[in-house]
């Protein structure tokens, strides 16, 4: 099993940070498609109280339950304080979305044991995992 497998196998549940809910939105249909992969999403949202059927959060670490995996669709300025907190709640995964770049914060979060990807998308690197899984 390589990386990216292993991390589909072992990610139940996955914070998506700037889940949006507007359907044409990536961030949105990347998240309706991991949730019919049947990974429970937790939408992280402060400007929402609801996405996808899954209550919103304002921040990761107002989520009550462990999240396995942190998906972010926010631009690459904004993704240390995430992953501080990402690293806070123990999340095992940190994930940048396409275009998202930040080494500073994946160097945090690796120094903190935690798996990055950085400059993917979670639906093309799931689709072609799938077979395998």
């Known amino acids: 099993m ?3 497998e292993k ?3 072992e990610s139940k ?3 998506v940070v700037g889940l ?3 359907p044409a939105r990536p961030s949105y ?3 309706r498609y991991l949730q019919s992969q049947g990974y ?3 939408p992280v949202n402060p400007n929402e109280k609801e996405i996808l059927g899954e209550i919103c959060y304002p921040d990761l670490v107002s989520i009550p339950q462990a999240v396995d995996c942190v998906d972010i669709f926010r631009r690459s300025e904004e993704v240390t304080p995430i992953v501080e907190q990402a690293i806070k709640i123990k999340a095992k995964v940190v994930w940048m979305q396409e275009g998202i770049i930040n080494e500073d914060a994946a160097k945090k979060a690796t120094d903190a044991g935690l798996t990055v990807v950085m ?3 979670m639906y093309k690197e799931h689709c072609k995992c799938k077979p395998n899984l």
Do not use: G, L, R
Request: aromatic share 4%; glycine share 0%; charged share 20%.
């Open 2 to 4: 390589n990386e990216m």
């Open 29 to 31: 249909s990347v998240a």
């Open 119 to 121: 400059d993917k998308c």
């Open 13 to 15: 549940t996955i914070a």
């Open 7 to 9: 991390i589909f196998a």
């Open 40 to 42: 429970k999403i937790i």
């Open 20 to 22: 949006s809910s507007n």
